[in-house]
């Protein structure tokens, strides 16, 4: 036992629970084994610089994949729409075209 907390977890088990000597000690050293590797998985699961800038760079590229995708889609759609003002351009000078020569007959 080294820290006051273990040395008081000692006594507590000892004095106040009635325990005997060996068995609050060896209580002590499981809870504090027990801490330890809660400690050392919590450092494990800690996000590193490396996985963090790994990630930013998978974020970055499909950002760029997803900005790239909405460009195209706005070619086709500017597309789509001159089509289709054209096609009721024409339809509108059809329409003008019929009704003159039906008026000239």
């Known amino acids: 036992m080294r820290n006051p907390t273990q040395i008081r977890l000692y006594d507590i088990f000892r004095k106040d629970l009635h325990m005997p000597d060996d068995r609050a000690q060896n209580l002590v050293s499981t809870i504090n084994d027990a801490l330890n590797e809660q400690r050392e998985q919590d450092k494990e699961d800690l996000a590193t610089k490396s996985f963090v800038k790994d990630e930013l760079s998978t974020l970055s590229t499909a950002f760029q994949s997803l900005k790239d ?6 070619v086709r759609m500017t597309r789509q729409i001159y089509l289709v003002n054209l096609i009721q351009f ?5 329409a003008l075209l019929a009704i003159y020569a039906f008026l000239r007959k």
């Open 69 to 74: 995708q909405m460009r195209d889609l706005e």
């Open 90 to 94: 024409l339809g509108i000078i059809g």
